[in-house]
């Protein structure tokens, strides 16, 4: 079975939305764990605003280790109730989410990572469809914003792994607790 892994960029205020305070902490480290992510998938998932923003900025992206190109030939799942058409090698999700994102988790194939998309995230963990969470925790408040989880979101989570990059930013992983997870999947 495929897993779904969240990729997502966090202040230490738990924001997550128009990440640009994030550059100033990009180094080898996070260049390394975006490449494992990116080449350990086949797939990509993504809410709407997430895809508008990267489907108007990464065709035209071009680099010498690959990364981009495997960007751009990824096959793309856009969760969206508005479009009703989508390019870059996506295609909208039709129906209830939960139950197409369940399909694609049965069929054969990697991983299906899953970058940013608040609301998209927050869904899916309502009805357990996330397997694993790359929540890259970047040393600066930004104040305002979107975040990741909204006032009352509950889950109990169990840390699989930790990792600081050179520039201070904490990579943690994590899953649903296993008591969670059953009693979410029930």
């Known amino acids: 079975m495929r897993k779904v892994i969240a990729a997502i960029y966090l202040s230490l205020d738990g924001v997550m939305e128009n990440p640009a305070w994030t550059v100033p902490y990009w180094d080898e480290d996070l260049a390394k764990l975006q490449r494992n992510l990116n080449f350990s998938s086949d797939a990509l998932l993504l809410g709407r605003v997430t895809y508008e923003g990267f489907a108007s900025a990464w065709p035209g992206m071009k680099?010498?280790?690959g990364f981009a190109d495997r960007m751009n030939?990824?096959?793309k799942y856009v969760a969206s109730r508005t479009l009703q058409t989508a390019e870059w090698n996506a295609s909208i999700l039709p129906g209830d989410v939960a139950q197409e994102v369940a399909q694609?988790?049965?069929q054969p194939g990697a991983n299906i990572l899953l970058y940013g998309s608040a609301e998209l995230v927050r869904y899916l963990?309502?009805?357990n469809l996330i397997d694993e969470y790359q929540l890259m925790v970047h040393p600066v408040v930004v104040g305002s914003g979107k975040k990741l989880f909204e006032e009352?979101?509950?889950a109990n989570m169990q840390l699989l792994g930790?990792?600081?990059t050179s520039t201070g930013v904490m990579v943690l992983?994590?899953?649903l607790a296993p008591a969670e997870a059953d009693s979410q999947g029930e």
Request: aromatic share 4%.
């Open 104 to 106: 694609l988790k049965q």
């Open 63 to 65: 680099d010498e280790d």
């Open 73 to 75: 030939s990824l096959p």
């Open 125 to 127: 963990l309502q009805h």
């Open 173 to 175: 992983t994590y899953q």
């Open 162 to 164: 930790t990792q600081t």
């Open 152 to 154: 009352g979101s509950q």
